[in-house]
């Protein structure tokens, strides 16, 4: 790691680019618009998806697989997915060596073909909530490309959830944003903000959609996750029914719900600095490095030993111990800087001699702390959930740096620029469309949390009942 | 579940499927040759990633994730695999509305795409070993397809390493195929049969191939899980090069191997029974399922009291409380059989009254139980231990009645209608493919473990130094 990273002042896109690179999160592949996930980013994925796993199964959903391929009749079936996904299909035309009957369509999202499975498994009302989700590949092909945020090829969960009435299938829409945003703003130190999605925003085929909408370090927003209420559109073209209680065929009202690979990219860019990653302990691979540090053959006897030591004492902590020979101290330090690891922990013959560690935060450059060993296994937890809630408190301090309240479109269209605009909106189109035309920012969401009271659209001056989050978005 | 499966000595097929369909474990899916694995197949699946991913970490080994699409180009590479692989293939050949330059292919395997990019990370021996995985699905076009054993899509992992020596390669190989070994016996309960292909039926583009075969209970084999020594061939076409120590550039030296959901399959078809499925506890989604049982409003206020007591003793057990109303004892009992729990908990007013409980083994028809509510948090694990390995023991004495070592060729013929056969082989292709032709079965594999001395080959009668294991297969 020689190399240095772009300074984000500088180029952010190059930023970006260069920290997943060098960092070895992820890599271009040689298949266009499609990326490589390294084991380091990979690690943090699998981090990511312990997170949400463990979330969806304790509000009672259960996993499970359905197939890569679907039939594009299956698509075709309701009017605005197609409408919304067919300019991003990957199609196969041939199996087996011969041309297929029907073209097969990668999944670019499982509402369709899932439908096709419950129509068949669901009878009767007591086969309702159907709770799932799963974890998988999804293909939508994309012109540009960038690294996790946006590729031909993702890897993310869709929960996909079957429901007798329409308010169960709302209160679980409501539920999994709140899902998102407990687990964005608690594992990931990302705050979000949580609202509904504008007409022309939303979710091709869906009723309702809902998003986790964070600002990134360049002023920019990212969904990160979105939660739809699909009311009973997919069920009435695929004939999802059940037998209510009152022994009628009904509709099953509908849920589906993801989150991918994407939020590594919000990792990156809402925390990241000019020296590279900085990662929330929660969700990193390796939260603390132990380097020892020696000249002579005694010395590295010395520090080995109470190295292996602090190994044992820390072992609820993912620790790594870097004992790689040719390799001095300060590249050491340097490169687990890069990889944004939480804590360093250093240990030299003075340290040993003294009984104590040197600590340096990865999240205030600089900071060295000598410590004793002995509570060392209660300090380095405490120490990692200190970074945490400084990693969140540091973002949140940005995003209000970053978020203005302008009261005419003039302030809009300069809010925009640097980050969130608060601002009432009519709910018409007209106005949303004249916002992004000129300002290249578009409507993040309608956050559920509202101001008091009415005011005037930002837009148009029509009384308004609801403030709008506008942002450039990627 | 008021169902019943096809007893297996009346229609060994149809019971495997009605097993694998009524006990919910996967289901046909509206593609041609997919499946659905549905929640409790893939709970099933879950387990068997956990118990081989912690094996993998522990041998070093790290998760990454390359590319579903491939370059039709780069399979076409490695002249024997792209003979092997090329009847198989899925090809796309439309994306974003626009037809592709280059078809590109849904992955049948990852070694062509992993070795592009393994050419542009390893540099030195110092980059040396990589030791990758990655968990994914694959496509492969089959014409005949059957639920997890054979299906056009399925979920595996598929290990890929690079190494600086022939001997480090090779090591690997052996080692991961004592994982799977490992994994098999100690997780699945299933005794296999570790050994090397023949050339013939090798993994195209390999040196050497390895698996592990077990027995199915209508005496055919299955190939559970292979590992393959690569030697340099891909290597050489992808040119993925090292500087070795006496600073030579030097091809890598590669392994992969793999393992599938056709494993469950195998857990279905070794352990299971004319009432359904039997699970080995590791793997259970449910190890205990606790059934309640009242009559009074009074007797279910009390059971329900006991049965929250067993919940809070039985922590680390996979306990699932069955307090479904609207369905008798006998119904869930005959329920959980079928879905192959391995401990049913009855827990009536008599139990309660008596401070006890009755427990049913699943691998024991007909045995039942009291044991006191004290202990119980040490008794279930324990018996969970003692099914765990009676299913094991079970397993190897099947096999061992159908096993046989014939010493003549129409000995041969005959043995392999039942199970498997050991017998001399000379090595050539020729004797191979006559018992293929004659008697539908092949080898198997050329076990590790080999008995002592020569002998002369089953089919030609020349001299022999190796024994093969002839079975029909899946």
């Not at 499970?64 to 067919?86: C, M, N, R």
């Not at 990668?106 to 159907?130: C, F, G, H, K």
């Not at 709910?427 to 578009?442: I, L």
Request: hydrophobic share 40%.
């Amino acid at each position: 790691m020689a190399q240095k990273v772009t300074p984000r002042s500088k180029d952010y896109s190059r930023w970006y680019t260069d920290v997943v690179r060098m960092a070895e999160l992820a890599d271009y592949a040689p298949v266009r618009g499609c990326m490589v996930i390294r084991p380091y980013g990979y690690a943090l994925w699998e981090n990511i998806q312990q997170g949400l796993d463990r979330r969806f199964k304790a509000t009672g959903h259960q996993n499970a697989y359905f197939p890569l391929f679907i039939p594009l009749s299956f698509i075709q079936k309701e009017a605005e997915h197609v409408e919304g996904f067919a300019p991003q299909l990957a199609v196969v035309t041939h199996g087996g060596g011969e041309k297929l009957e029907e073209p097969l369509v990668v999944r670019p999202t499982s509402e369709t073909i899932i439908n096709s499975m419950l129509a068949q498994w669901i009878r009767s009302y007591r086969d309702l909530p159907m709770l799932l989700n799963q974890w998988c590949n999804v293909v939508r092909w994309e012109k540009r490309t960038r690294l996790f945020l946006r590729t031909t090829e993702f890897l993310w969960q869709e929960g996909h959830t079957a429901h007798a009435t329409e308010q169960e299938a709302r209160e679980e829409t409501m539920r999994m944003l709140e899902v998102y945003r407990d687990f964005a703003e608690t594992d990931a130190a990302i705050p979000v903000i949580s609202g509904r999605k504008s007409e022309s925003e939303k979710f091709a085929g869906t009723v309702d959609s809902y998003s986790i909408e964070a600002l990134m370090g360049n002023g920019w927003a990212l969904q990160a996750g979105t939660s739809h209420f699909l009311g009973q559109n997919f069920a009435r073209v695929f004939g999802t029914q059940f037998l209510n209680e009152r022994n009628e065929q009904e509709f099953v009202w509908q849920t589906s719900w993801g989150l991918s690979t994407r939020m590594v990219g919000a990792v990156v860019m809402v925390h990241g600095d000019d020296q590279g990653l900085v990662l929330p302990p929660r969700l990193a691979p390796i939260q603390a490095v132990l380097v020892p540090i020696w000249k002579s053959e005694e010395e590295r006897a010395q520090v080995m030993e109470i190295a292996q030591g602090i190994q044992n004492l820390l072992e609820g902590v993912r620790l790594r111990l870097d004992d790689r020979e040719g390799y001095t101290p300060g590249w050491k330090f340097n490169d687990w800087e890069m990889r944004g690891v939480p804590l360093r922990i250093e240990l030299g013959p003075r340290d040993a001699a003294a009984g104590q560690v040197t600590l340096a935060r990865r999240d205030q450059k600089g900071s060295k702390e000598a410590v004793p060993l002995a509570g060392l296994d209660e300090q380095v937890p405490a120490l990692l959930k200190e970074i945490q809630q400084n990693l969140f408190d540091r973002a949140a301090h940005f995003r209000e740096e970053h978020t203005q309240y302008p009261e005419d479109y003039a302030g809009l269209a300069q809010a925009v620029e640097t980050g969130f605009a608060w601002a009432w909106w009519c709910g018409s189109a007209e106005c949303e469309a004249r916002v992004k035309d000129e300002t290249k920012a578009t409507i993040r969401n309608v956050p559920l949390e509202q101001p008091a009271g009415r005011g005037h659209c930002i837009v148009c001056g029509e009384e308004a009942h609801e403030q709008a989050v506008f942002a450039r978005a990627y």
